[in-house]
């Protein structure tokens, strides 16, 4: 229950994001950050961890292709990846302090990039994952007081 209902108040990106404090004071970091997640991430997991469950997925189907088989095996590779991309901002040295809301913030945010992959291809959701960086940022330099992450 302590996961889903903090005992303290809902973070502001500094204390969420403690271990990347000093890139959040700086625009220029700011900057390379929005860039090297929005490319790498996307590059990583969506092109990546998506392609590769993709290939096992053609690897093990059976011969007889069954639709209901199908539409499921393709709602795990959606929810597994998804999860995966999210679960990743929380096992590095330098990775984010673990709150439920943005575990499951991600996980969404990995289902809708999934979606953008699979619909408009790889260079769109870099783009896309960058714009999206971009706009965080330049919203925590004009209203600090407004953003949780």
Known sequence: MALLFPQETMPTPLEANRSLAAYLTN????????????????????FG????????KKITQPIPKFPTIEKVSTIFIIILSALIYALSHYLLEYSDTFYMYTLIYRFFFGIIMYHI???????????????????YFFLKWTFPHL???
């Not at 625009?27 to 969506?46: H, Q, T, V």
């Not at 961890?49 to 096992?56: A, G, M, R």
């Open 27 to 46: 625009p220029f970091m700011d900057f390379s950050l929005a860039f090297g997640s929005g490319f790498y991430k996307e590059i990583i997991f969506r």
């Open 117 to 135: 992959y699979t619909t408009c291809k790889l260079p769109v959701a870099v783009w896309t994952h960058v714009f999206y960086e971009l706009w």
């Open 147 to 149: 953003l949780i992450r």
């Open 49 to 56: 961890v998506i392609t590769l469950f993709l290939n096992i």
